[in-house]
Structure formats: structure tokens, C-alpha cells
């Protein structure tokens, strides 16, 4: 499951993503101290339809225990490996396997990039400026794994920021 996906234009602070978490609860992101560089927001996970609150008008859907967020191309949307950009949600973690949580890649050329997948319960993160180059070469992507394994059915807020700088930290 996923639930209060949200898509930002800028790397955000640690006390920006403390906001976000509020304490474990949801939070009305409309209201966030750094609202204007939000993309695009995504309720979810209350069993309802919703058109998206923020800046891109995109549809999210909620079918019981698949929510998924549905996105055409946008051109807000196109992040390239020297652009900020944050993605914050909060996911429920169960059977091991490959799902991804946010995956946003151009459909030709390069297929430049990103995206946030869990991988047998390891969060792992990618930015891309050409996924068709070999990956030994270390300008075309950078890919970043987690340390936590969490396969164990309960709620975890994750946020992945990236400050444009073309390294992973």
C-alpha cells in the first residue's frame, strides 16, 4: 500500500521532511512551509477517488490494497540528473519481492530518469541521465541501495531528496 505521495521540485531540508513525517501522522501538505515547490501531492489510502490536490491535475487511484498513482507525461515532471528534486510517501511494507513506489523515466531515447523501488524489502533509489549506457559508466546514473530490510507489515515514511550535484550521499 502506499498512501500520502507527494512529488517536490526541490531537495528539501531535514526540518522540511521532519514536517512531512509530523510525528507519524498525515499531514495537509497545502499548508507545508515549503508548499511552492510542491509538484504534485496524493492523498490516498482512504478508499476514495481522488483528483490530485496540487499542480498537475493528474488522477490518483485507490483500489483496496493496490494504490498506485497514475501519471501521463508532464513536463514538471521531467527531473534530469543535475535537477533538485524530492519524493516523499508512506508505504506499507509486506511480501519480499520487486514493486516500485515512484518511477518516472522518458520512454525513448536514454530513458532519463528516477525512481524509488523496494527490492525484497530494501529501499533502493535510482537518478538516471541514460539508463541505455553501460552502468560501469558512473556519469549516466547514480543508484543508491538502503541498509534496512523492511518486510514486516507495518507503515514507514520515506523521503528521497536529491540536490542535483550529480552524487549520491
Given at each position: 500500500?502506499?498512501?500520502?505521495?507527494s512529488i517536490?521540485?526541490?531537495?528539501?531540508?531535514?526540518?522540511?521532511?521532519?514536517?512531512?513525517?509530523?510525528?507519524?501522522?498525515?499531514?495537509?501538505?497545502?499548508?507545508?512551509?515549503?508548499?511552492?515547490?510542491?509538484?504534485?501531492?496524493?492523498?490516498?489510502?482512504?478508499?476514495?477517488h481522488r483528483?490530485?490536490?496540487?499542480?498537475?491535475?493528474?488522477?490518483?487511484?485507490?483500489?483496496?490494497?493496490?494504490?498506485?498513482?497514475?501519471?501521463?507525461?508532464?513536463?514538471?515532471?521531467?527531473?534530469?540528473?543535475?535537477?533538485?528534486?524530492?519524493?516523499?510517501?508512506?508505504?506499507?511494507?509486506?511480501?519480499?519481492?520487486?514493486?516500485?513506489?515512484?518511477?518516472?523515466?522518458?520512454?525513448?531515447g536514454g530513458?532519463?530518469?528516477?525512481?524509488?523501488?523496494?527490492?525484497?524489502?530494501?529501499?533502493?533509489?535510482?537518478?538516471?541521465?541514460?539508463?541505455?549506457?553501460?552502468?560501469?559508466?558512473?556519469?549516466?546514473?547514480?543508484?543508491?541501495?538502503?541498509?534496512?530490510?523492511?518486510?514486516?507489515?507495518?507503515?514507514?515514511?520515506?523521503?528521497?531528496?536529491?540536490?542535483?550535484?550529480?552524487?549520491?550521499?
Amino acid at each position: 500500500n502506499v498512501t500520502e505521495a507527494s512529488i517536490w521540485d526541490a531537495e528539501l531540508s531535514l526540518a522540511e521532511v521532519q514536517e512531512i513525517y509530523n510525528s507519524g501522522a498525515p499531514t495537509n501538505l497545502a499548508t507545508h512551509s515549503a508548499h511552492s515547490d510542491l509538484v504534485s501531492w496524493w492523498r490516498l489510502g482512504d478508499g476514495a477517488h481522488r483528483q490530485d490536490t496540487a499542480k498537475l491535475g493528474e488522477k490518483a487511484l485507490d483500489y483496496g490494497t493496490s494504490d498506485f498513482v497514475e501519471l501521463s507525461h508532464h513536463s514538471q515532471l521531467d527531473q534530469d540528473h543535475d535537477d533538485e528534486w524530492s519524493f516523499s510517501t508512506w508505504f506499507k511494507s509486506g511480501a519480499s519481492g520487486y514493486r516500485g513506489l515512484y518511477i518516472k523515466r522518458e520512454g525513448t531515447g536514454g530513458y532519463k530518469g528516477n525512481a524509488v523501488f523496494l527490492a525484497d524489502g530494501i529501499v533502493q533509489g535510482y537518478v538516471v541521465s541514460n539508463w541505455a549506457l553501460d552502468p560501469a559508466i558512473t556519469d549516466a546514473s547514480i543508484f543508491k541501495v538502503g541498509n534496512t530490510v523492511l518486510v514486516d507489515d507495518n507503515w514507514h515514511h520515506l523521503v528521497m531528496t536529491y540536490d542535483g550535484s550529480g552524487a549520491a550521499a
